[in-house]
């Protein structure tokens, strides 16, 4: 009997109105989120501990520490998936109050508290956040965090976080029967200089990753898979990987928005470890009956980049744009038999990516 790996549904990316969908409900995604968040702040305090609603939780979604006469930190999960605005506001003075009142009355002290929200906010409503922030932790003596939408992604995406965020974002189950295709197929690029010339290279370059041996071997063998789908025709085939490269042009585009939030410079550092981190995220999603491995997502976004619809800086587009014109010209020059193309040379001896 064959036994495979079937993805129960999402598409792997670290989006969290996933947990609704999930579920079928905005309420249902509620107590997934809770979860998640006791389950990430497990991972650095393995004593972490819930108080369940009988009939109120006192205010804790995760705490560590002593109810009994000692001291606690609390985590707040607050899915507001929606958005946040002055009722959100709202909510949290009184989430954070009624944590307060519980440890009053319960004779433990409030040492810290973390807000953990699956959106980011604004820059009013951050500025909201800053202000009641710093006035409640001087009139308080507590020490107040704040786990938005970035912050908690940057977490899973921790290599120690790989089990939580499979387990919400990769819903994995196997079952007997699947369908198998056999192992994938990956060849070795015996060419280094290969593909020197081309913009993906380029683009690395500019980003000062200057080890592109992987790269190129990576985006040799998308190349393959890709020409042999194409030339199967098979449409099964076709949408999927269609769909696979949907999904990863997709995490270039959220990681890369979020690496320009994070700095003014030209260079983006992280953008290219986050990116390749969320496409061996993805893999799990990928049909089987495609016989590809995480090289090949790897490739597809390096292919994104060849055909310039991605780059690892900020100014990617101007690169690419610059190094078509360099093309069309060696190009024109190549034709009137005055110069060498530009493109990367397929005179590879045997090995080829067709």
Same mark, same amino acid.
């Given at each position: 009997?064959?036994?495979?790996?079937?993805?129960?549904?999402?598409?792997?990316?670290?989006?969290?109105?996933?947990?609704?969908?999930?579920?079928?409900?905005?309420?249902?995604?509620?107590?997934?989120?809770?979860?998640?968040?006791?389950?990430?702040?497990?991972?650095?305090?393995?004593? =972490? *501990?819930?108080?369940? *609603?009988?009939?109120?939780?006192?205010?804790?979604?995760?705490?560590?520490?002593?109810?009994?006469?000692?001291?606690?930190?609390?985590?707040?999960?607050?899915?507001?998936?929606?958005?946040?605005?002055?009722?959100?506001?709202?909510?949290?003075? @009184?989430?954070?109050?009624? *944590?307060?009142?519980?440890?009053?009355?319960?004779?433990?002290?409030?040492? /810290?508290?973390?807000?953990?929200?699956?959106?980011?906010?604004?820059?009013?409503?951050?500025?909201?956040?800053?202000?009641?922030?710093?006035?409640?932790?001087?009139?308080?003596?507590?020490?107040?965090?704040?786990?938005?939408?970035?912050?908690?992604?940057?977490?899973? &995406?921790?290599?120690? $976080?790989?089990?939580?965020?499979?387990?919400?974002?990769?819903?994995?189950?196997?079952?007997?029967?699947?369908?198998?295709?056999?192992?994938?197929? =990956?060849?070795?690029?015996?060419?280094?200089?290969?593909?020197?010339?081309? &913009?993906?290279?380029?683009?690395? %370059?500019? *980003?000062?990753?200057?080890?592109?041996? /992987?790269?190129?071997?990576?985006?040799?063998?998308?190349?393959?898979?890709?020409?042999?789908?194409?030339?199967?025709?098979?449409?099964?085939?076709?949408?999927?990987?269609?769909?696979? !490269?949907?999904?990863?042009? !997709?995490?270039?585009?959220?990681?890369?928005?979020?690496?320009?939030?994070?700095?003014?410079?030209?260079?983006?550092?992280?953008?290219?470890?986050?990116?390749?981190?969320?496409?061996?995220?993805?893999?799990? @999603?990928?049909?089987?009956? &495609?016989?590809?491995?995480?090289?090949?997502?790897?490739?597809?976004?390096?292919?994104?980049? %060849?055909?310039?619809?991605?780059?690892?800086?900020?100014?990617? %587009?101007?690169?690419?744009?610059?190094?078509?014109?360099?093309?069309?010209?060696?190009? +024109?020059?190549? $034709?009137?038999?005055?110069?060498?193309?530009?493109?990367?040379? +397929?005179?590879?001896?045997?090995?080829?990516?067709?």
């Amino acid at each position: 009997m064959v036994v495979g790996e079937v993805a129960l549904q999402g598409p792997g990316l670290i989006e969290f109105a996933f947990l609704w969908q999930r579920t079928g409900s905005k309420a249902g995604g509620r107590p997934l989120f809770e979860d998640l968040v006791q389950d990430l702040v497990g991972l650095e305090h393995p004593d =972490v *501990a819930t108080v369940e *609603a009988n009939p109120g939780d006192w205010g804790i979604d995760a705490f560590i520490g002593e109810l009994v006469a000692g001291s606690v930190a609390v985590w707040q999960a607050k899915y507001f998936i929606d958005g946040f605005g002055t009722a959100q506001q709202r909510d949290v003075r @009184n989430s954070y109050q009624a *944590a307060q009142k519980a440890a009053r009355e319960n004779g433990y002290r409030l040492q /810290a508290w973390t807000l953990c929200l699956p959106v980011s906010m604004d820059g009013p409503n951050f500025k909201w956040w800053s202000t009641w922030k710093k006035k409640t932790e001087k009139e308080d003596d507590v020490i107040i965090d704040l786990w938005h939408e970035v912050a908690l992604r940057r977490r899973l &995406l921790r290599g120690e $976080a790989r089990d939580v965020r499979e387990f919400y974002f990769n819903p994995v189950f196997r079952v007997a029967g699947a369908e198998e295709a056999g192992e994938p197929l =990956v060849q070795e690029l015996l060419d280094p200089d290969r593909y020197d010339g081309a &913009l993906f290279v380029r683009q690395m %370059e500019e *980003a000062d990753l200057p080890d592109c041996r /992987a790269a190129r071997e990576e985006f040799f063998n998308a190349e393959i898979l890709t020409q042999e789908i194409l030339d199967k025709g098979d449409n099964r085939e076709t949408q999927a990987l269609q769909l696979w !490269s949907m999904a990863l042009r !997709s995490t270039w585009s959220h990681r890369f928005n979020d690496a320009c939030q994070g700095t003014t410079t030209r260079r983006l550092p992280g953008l290219f470890g986050a990116v390749m981190s969320g496409v061996h995220t993805y893999h799990v @999603n990928v049909p089987r009956f &495609l016989r590809a491995a995480p090289i090949h997502g790897y490739g597809l976004v390096h292919q994104e980049v %060849e055909s310039g619809n991605a780059g690892w800086v900020r100014d990617w %587009e101007a690169i690419a744009e610059t190094h078509r014109f360099a093309r069309r010209s060696d190009n +024109d020059a190549d $034709a009137d038999g005055t110069g060498l193309t530009g493109a990367p040379s +397929d005179n590879t001896g045997e090995q080829t990516a067709e």
